[in-house]
């Protein structure tokens, strides 16, 4: 009985213990996730990391200023009764540019309530829109010169001393015609605006443009900013390439925090075609480019400092949309052509 009194003490100081273990795990369990990782910027070991640095100069680019400057004919363009060759050359670069704004922007479109929504444009900065635009805005000054891609060059060179990666946000808000829509508050997390490469490393941005990181009224009409991400960061005693061409031929932004009206949705993602599995060469249909320019609108020549909006009704962005998305990142990368 003695014995029998021994065994039933010890299973019931083995289960206090138990509960005890048992209770210790789930406060743990219950208790905060581990921070995300922070990783320092670094530079990577190789020439071409920083793609801003000597940039590739794009052929579009040099055969348009060419084009600006010689017999179009020469060149094999196909202006045969236009007769300008500098109008062609306008008209094409803005063409140029308007494909590379549509090409860098990936589109994220949020229901706000019935009838409003709130979309948000992330634009990759990539070298080859900086040079359709430096052209842009040569030609519309008539400033081409014989050392025109030495100054591309020079100009891209001054924003590779960043070291970024960077990124132009744009938030706008479509009411749908409603004269008198609700007041609805959108606030972006920006450290939660994450940078996600092939090798999951999950990326901060490293500078921001503060409005982004402010409530947004959807009544104040649109927001735009520019964000940094770092073009390397140390990883396991090494510096690792954040957008390594060889392996990443998407680029991949997760807002794992927007917040609207207090209420939390999460992991939006955008995803902007970066490097092609298989180079094609790149050659250039100038029969495509060419159009007619007898009905061409010249205002559009010229730099915009004010995103356009979606025309209400439309199921996606028009190529008239476009066209004055690449008027408003010309204006954000050259400061209105001032």
Do not use: H
């Given at each position: 009985m003695f014995r029998g009194l021994q065994q039933q003490?010890?299973?019931?100081?083995?289960?206090?213990?138990?509960?005890?273990?048992?209770?210790?795990?789930?406060?743990?369990?219950?208790?905060?996730?581990p921070a995300e990782q922070s990783y320092p910027p670094c530079e990577p070991n190789s020439s071409t990391a920083n793609i801003y640095i000597n940039p590739t100069p794009h052929p579009l680019v040099s055969l348009v200023h060419q084009s600006a400057s010689t017999d179009g004919a020469t060149l094999g363009i196909p202006v045969t009764g236009q007769g300008d060759p500098w109008l062609w050359a306008r008209y094409t670069a803005f063409q140029f540019l308007t494909s590379e704004a549509k090409r860098w922007t990936s589109t994220k479109t949020i229901p706000l309530d019935n009838a409003s929504t709130a979309t948000i444009r992330i634009t990759f900065i990539h070298p080859d829109m900086m040079q359709a635009v430096f052209l842009n805005e040569k030609l519309r000054?008539?400033?081409?010169?014989?050392?025109?891609?030495?100054?591309?060059?020079?100009?891209?060179?001054?924003?590779s001393l960043r070291s970024e990666l960077l990124f132009l946000i744009n938030v706008s808000f479509d009411n749908n015609g409603q004269n008198t829509p609700p007041t609805h508050v959108l606030d972006i997390n920006i450290a939660s605006l994450k940078l996600i490469n092939t090798d999951n490393l999950s990326i901060t941005p490293l500078h921001d443009d503060h409005n982004l990181d402010e409530p947004i009224l959807s009544t104040q009409g649109s927001v735009f900013g520019f964000v940094g991400y770092p073009i390397g960061i140390q990883v396991n005693s090494g510096c690792a390439w954040v957008l390594n061409p060889q392996f990443n031929t998407n680029i991949v932004i997760v807002m794992k925090a927007l917040t609207i009206d207090s209420s939390v949705q999460k992991n939006l993602t955008w995803t902007i075609p970066y490097?092609?599995?298989?180079?094609?060469?790149?050659?250039?249909?100038l029969n495509e480019l060419n159009g007619s320019l007898q009905n061409f609108d010249s205002a559009l020549l010229s730099p915009s400092f004010v995103p356009p909006v979606r025309q209400a009704g439309l199921g996606g962005d028009d190529e008239s949309f476009?066209?004055?998305?690449?008027?408003f990142m010309w204006g954000c990368l050259t400061a209105g052509g001032r």
């Open positions: 003490s010890k299973w019931v100081y083995l289960s206090r213990w138990s509960l005890i273990f048992l209770t210790m795990a789930g406060l743990f369990a219950c208790g905060p996730a000054r008539s400033a081409l010169s014989s050392d025109f891609q030495q100054q591309v060059n020079d100009a891209i060179g001054k924003v490097m092609p599995m298989l180079d094609t060469g790149g050659e250039i249909n476009w066209r004055e998305y690449a008027r």
